[in-house]
């Protein structure tokens, strides 16, 4: 049987937002963007698109576990980020 715990998670992964997404222009702070990602995977959204200079070094383990629930799509430029959103 399964339990009241997995029952849950299962409908929240079930009723997440494909159809809004969030986009990072250049967000060089990793503390920001670990925030940012963090805020949104809260707000059940899926897809997360960064384009722009990527903070140097690890990103850190404030973000790591939100952002394993997340697909972050990364783009060189800002045309490629809006081609992706179209």
């Known amino acids: ?3 009241r715990r997995s029952a849950r998670l299962r409908v929240v992964a079930r009723n997440r937002t494909a159809g809004l997404r ?3 222009d250049g967000v060089e702070d990793r503390a920001n963007r670990a925030a940012v990602l963090r ?6 959204l899926l897809h997360v698109h960064e384009f722009g ?4 070094g ?13 697909h972050v799509h990364y783009h060189q430029e800002a045309g490629e980020c809006v ?3 179209r």
């Open 1 to 3: 049987k399964e339990s």
């Open 22 to 24: 969030c986009v990072l």
């Open 39 to 44: 805020t949104v995977e809260a707000m059940g």
């Open 53 to 56: 200079p990527r903070p140097p």
């Open 58 to 70: 690890p990103p850190g383990h404030a973000v790591n576990g939100a952002e394993k629930w997340l």
């Open 83 to 85: 081609r992706a959103l």
